[in-house]
């Protein structure tokens, strides 16, 4: 497959977004689904189990008045850390 210069330009805008969003202390939503590579509906139904207490291993999140923000150094430890799966009961 052949490699082209707007292949180039695209890895260099994920790669200066990833380092913008590196350089803060605290990242918002969509912030936090580009860093993990996930979706947006993804990050929003891991805050609501969170919030609801429905997971043993909650996304770590601050909730400013209404805008939801994730501390990064945290959000990475919680993304790095393995998780358990619950067995369905047979």
């Known amino acids: 497959m052949a490699h082209s210069a707007s292949d180039d330009h695209a890895a260099q ?3 200066k977004t990833l380092r913008m969003i590196r350089a803060k202390e605290f990242i918002t939503i969509r912030e936090a689904h580009v860093l993990l590579g996930c979706s947006d509906g993804h990050i ?3 805050v609501d189990k969170a919030r609801k ?3 043993a291993y909650p ?3 601050l909730d400013l008045d209404g805008v939801t923000v994730f501390p990064l150094a945290k959000l990475l430890e919680w993304a790095e850390r393995p998780k358990l799966k619950k067995r369905a009961a047979s």
């Open 53 to 55: 207490g429905k997971t």
């Open 59 to 61: 996304i770590p999140f």
């Open 44 to 46: 929003r139904n891991l």
């Open 13 to 15: 805008e994920i790669g």
